[in-house]
């Protein structure tokens, strides 16, 4: 069955883009990630236009860290006052991506800019699940111990000034660190429609040393507010947030992540963490080849609003 | 509507095949607007026409024309190895829709130049809306224009058919044009020629409109007019969306 998607202007399959929501859903669902740096891709590849795709992700990821937020908000698992901040870093980081990503448009290189993000990204963060969970298999092979236990002291963080205390993760930490780690994250999810969760995590528990309880529930608290904030900058400003095609995401989404949180508790973690890494280092693969390749028509037609014929 | 246009023919007077008699053409299309809804996969279009001193040496071509819009056209150049757009042209006013349907293949009908010269057909047509881009270009912007139209084929949107045009018994025709599922919104023009000895004797236009309708029209005109409201509206529906399944799967 095709559903002609008002904003992004292409006939689709219904099915299809519910599938693919179940599909991502299902993975983020099992391994705690947001998955939008999965369909965003996923979705170039099935003709959507990419800057479409972008913001109409960034809606998508609004219904999924919603309810994992409100999850954490009742158990409060989240630590309101970082969240705070790092929303502030977040805020800027979206204003000023979704003001980057009109420029890009304009001058036609949007669509190629997106691309080169994905590959740097993809690859990186591929690269290292990829390393972790190869780790993590001869780790248990050989029956040896986690690494774990050697926090180092913080070092050059704990000499910035503008100190504040975070009486939730028992922290007393500068606030330029939450602020740039916001605004990188704020940036990512106005130029790639991705919640940002995959950087975020890491870097609140290896350099804010955050109580890893508090974590998820504060980055989540986090994704939420910074992707509504671009949703509403992108529709405003870009005209690019495609509502149908948002919610026959979410709805598959929203089914899949079910599924996939149960089957989580059941299934080896290692090996699947492997799995997920080797997709994504294919889709990055992917789009990089489609960088280098020879195109088949050297010109592109794009309407004067910057978005593909 | 066949019956309309008959009964128009008979008004004029009964159709002779005499050479001498001026020819003229009357056409319409089967619809007068059409409308793309959440299930708009494309459309085919039906054009009847009839005309008065037909003979059998003359040929008929129909041409539907949409909405002009303006492009910006990018050649890929390769740069460190990746395949970056450059070399930006400019262009105004380009049928974003331009189909042609003909009772013989067209290069049998008239001459290049007298196509062009009448605009006739896609060459012919974006050469002359590309002539303010010419005038300001400092390269040749033939690849360019070779480009638009390769575009507007891959997406069925540039659509040529020899043959497409049906000649019925009685001066009557028929020609049946296909809207691809990306069609572009807006008016178009149906414009029919009568050749004769290579050269539009007679012509006659008609008008279509395609638009939005139902829930696409409401999300696009929604989108396009409140930008900022539909954003916020967007928010608000993901957020019930995430809080639904918060209600339906955390709730111990």
Same mark, same amino acid.
């Given at each position: ?78 630590? *309101?006052?970082? #969240?705070? +901040?790092?929303?502030?870093? %977040?805020?800027? @980081?979206?204003?000023?991506? !979704?003001?980057?990503?009109? $420029? ?78 916001? *605004?990188?994250? #704020?940036? +990512?999810?106005?130029?790639? %429609?991705?919640? @940002?969760?995959?950087?975020? !995590?890491?870097?609140?528990? $290896? ?83 489609? +960088? ?18 | ?252």
């Amino acid at each position: 069955m095709q559903v002609y998607l008002p904003i992004a202007e292409i006939s689709v399959d219904v099915f299809l883009l519910l599938g693919l929501g179940t599909f991502v859903g299902f993975l983020s669902g099992m391994f705690g990630v947001g998955g939008g740096f999965l369909m965003t891709p996923l979705l170039f590849f099935i003709g959507i236009p990419p800057a479409v795709a972008v913001s109409t992700q960034a809606n998508q990821i609004v219904a999924s860290s919603a309810s994992g937020a409100l999850a954490h908000w009742k158990r409060k698992t989240l630590d *309101l006052k970082m #969240g705070l +901040l790092l929303l502030a870093g %977040g805020s800027i @980081g979206s204003i000023l991506g !979704v003001q980057l990503f009109a $420029y890009l448009r304009s001058l036609g290189q949007i669509d190629l800019f997106i691309s080169l993000s994905y590959v740097g990204f993809l690859g990186v963060i591929g690269g290292l699940m990829f390393l972790e969970s190869v780790r993590a298999i001869l780790q248990r092979r050989s029956g040896g111990k986690g690494v774990g236990g050697n926090r180092r002291k913080r070092g050059w963080i704990d000499r910035l000034p503008f100190k504040m205390r975070f009486p939730q993760s028992g922290l007393y930490i500068s606030v330029i660190p939450p602020l740039a780690i916001g *605004l990188l994250v #704020g940036t +990512l999810a106005a130029i790639m %429609g991705v919640g @940002g969760g995959f950087v975020m !995590v890491p870097a609140m528990i $290896y350099i804010l040393r955050m109580p890893t309880n508090v974590v998820v529930g504060t980055s989540l608290f986090q994704i939420l507010f910074v992707t509504a904030l671009t949703t509403v900058l992108q529709a405003g400003q870009n005209q690019t947030v495609d509502v149908v095609l948002a919610m026959l995401l979410i709805v598959g989404g929203v089914i899949g992540a079910q599924f996939g949180a149960r089957a989580g508790r059941h299934i080896k973690a290692e090996e699947l963490r492997a799995l997920l890494a080797f997709m994504v280092v294919a889709v990055c693969l992917k789009l990089g080849w489609d +960088l280098v390749v020879t195109p088949a028509d050297l010109f592109e037609v794009l309407a004067q609003d910057g978005s593909a014929h | 509507m066949i019956g309309a246009l008959l009964l128009s023919l008979l008004v004029q007077g009964q159709p002779t095949l005499l050479a001498n008699e001026p020819p003229s053409i009357v056409a319409a299309l089967t619809h007068e607007t059409v409308e793309i809804r959440e299930d708009f996969s494309g459309q085919e279009l039906v054009l009847y026409g009839a005309t008065r001193g037909l003979t059998i040496q003359d040929e008929i071509v129909v041409v539907l024309r949409g909405p002009g819009q303006d492009l910006r056209v990018m050649e890929k150049q390769r740069t460190f190895g990746i395949w970056v757009n450059s070399a930006p042209l400019e262009f105004e006013d380009i049928p974003s829709y331009y189909a042609i349907a003909t009772s013989l293949p067209l290069e049998d009908i008239a001459t290049a130049e007298s196509l062009a010269g009448s605009g006739i057909g896609l060459p012919a047509t974006l050469a002359i809306r590309a002539a303010p881009t010419a005038a300001r270009a400092d390269r040749d912007i033939r690849p360019y224009l070779d480009a638009i139209a390769r575009a507007g084929r891959r997406d069925d949107l540039y659509a040529e058919a020899q043959r497409g045009v049906e000649i019925l018994d009685g001066g009557l025709f028929r020609a049946s044009i296909s809207l691809p599922p990306l069609t572009p919104v807006g008016n178009y023009v149906a414009e029919v020629y009568l050749f004769r000895d290579g050269r539009a004797v007679a012509s006659r236009s008609a008008s279509l409109r395609v638009e939005k309708a139902g829930l696409e029209r409401f999300v696009f005109q929604f989108a396009h007019t409140a930008p900022w409201l539909y954003g916020l509206f967007c928010v608000v529906l993901a957020v019930l969306a995430g809080y639904i399944a918060y209600l339906a799967f955390n709730r111990r």
